[in-house]
């Protein structure tokens, strides 16, 4: 008798607060609420036949909401076994998934925890894979930053220190011109063969006029300068070898 009381809502304890009986206790609350099985069970067979895996946007919805589905149907009687859990959930799978339905059916589940514990993994990973890509597309490469020491820079000799003649403050104060390199002491032809190696001296006149770069061809910056991937790097040198196309 104690342990019904301490179940049964407050209403329904203030009700049955008379009733001494256990047995008589226990028939009262069962005539009360036999009838809800009536009620229950067709809204739950109609829930169970309209469930498809393919209406939900995640699993763990589709998890809860058959489990649920479930739950009323057993208190109403009705027997659901693993092998119905495991048929509703592959016929009910995406149209574009058929592949995939036949892959899981092939793995011979026979539990359905094994079954949805595998979506669940499977779906996490796709996040993860999504989340990857859209933070960098496929063929990027992170750019280096802005402090970072190039090869170029390694030196400490005469134009490379932190002097007046150095390439990296060159570059920020803007394009060179004659006056700024007459402190060396090489001529015109030297110069270009230094700052530009692999090409021709016209070519490096021609781009030297626009104010492109000898490594990437992009224009703002000077060969030494460049901070560009090598990838494109590499892309762009091979291109100035093909003579019949356009850069």
Known sequence: LIFLRHHIDDGLKYKYLTVENPLELWQNLN???EYLKAVVLPKALNDWSQLRFQDFKIVSEYNSTLFKIVSQLKMCGEVITE?????????TFYASNVLLQQQY???GFKKYRELIG??????QNNELLLQNHESRPTGSANLPEVNATSSHFGGRGRGHGRGRGNERNQNFLGPRNNNSMKWKNLD????QKWHNPGQSSK???????????NRCGMEGHWYRACRTVKYWVDLYQASLKENDKRI
Do not use: V
Request: glycine share 2%.
């Open 118 to 123: 595998s979506l669940l993994i499977a779906e």
């Open 203 to 213: 070519d490096k006149q021609t781009q030297n006029k626009k104010g492109n770069c």
């Open 188 to 191: 015109t032809k030297q110069r």
């Open 83 to 91: 092998d119905m859990l495991l048929e509703k959930t592959y016929r």
């Open 31 to 33: 005539d009360r609420f």
């Open 105 to 107: 059916r092939l793995h």
